[in-house]
């Protein structure tokens, strides 16, 4: 294809390589990182999570679609439990997203509003936040501020012999 016949690339790839850019430039900033790039799994498929320590997260991509695994300390965990459900946007307790202690939680990385990809580690509650249109998401996957105006969603996980477990739907 000569490049002449290409088409100008529309405003979500633009704004899709900005969202990158600006991420790459405040990853230094955030104070945690991914354990390594994002790396490629399938549902069910045994994931060797103990490489994450407390405070740090893992970016899958399961199908095309971004997973977050995130190891929250225990000062998260308090900080997000104890905010009332119902002055949120889209309520809901952070015991029904990240059942018993709450160490793990497993949530798509992908903005419940325009389908953008999620940023960790930034925002005002150090949780997710995406750079297309400013949504913010708070330690437990849910909608702070912005457009955005469901949670992002749990991904339903298990462990088994200390591997995680991702389950389809």
């Not at 790839?13 to 399938?42: D, H, L, N, Y």
């Not at 913010?136 to 996980?157: E, I, M, Q, W, Y």
Request: aromatic share 6%; proline share 8%.
């Amino acid at each position: 294809m000569s490049p002449t016949a290409l088409s100008p690339p529309d405003r979500r790839t633009v704004m899709g390589i900005v969202a990158t850019v600006c991420a790459s430039a405040a990853w230094g900033k955030a104070r945690a990182a991914e354990v390594e790039p994002q790396q490629f799994a399938r549902f069910g498929e045994p994931l060797d999570v103990s490489r994450i320590r407390p405070g740090d997260w893992q970016v899958y991509v399961i199908d095309d679609d971004p997973v977050v695994v995130r190891r929250r300390t225990p000062a998260e965990i308090a900080t997000v439990r104890a905010e009332p459900s119902a002055s949120l946007i889209d309520p809901a307790r952070d015991e029904e997203r990240a059942p018993g202690d709450g160490e793990w939680l497993v949530v798509s990385a992908t903005c419940t509003h325009a389908g953008c990809r999620v940023v960790g580690g930034l925002g005002d509650f150090n949780g997710w936040a995406c750079f297309c249109h400013g949504s913010v998401f708070d330690l437990s996957g849910r909608v702070r501020s912005g457009p955005a105006k469901t949670n992002l969603p749990v991904v339903r996980h298990r462990f088994r012999d200390g591997a995680l477990l991702l389950q389809a739907g």
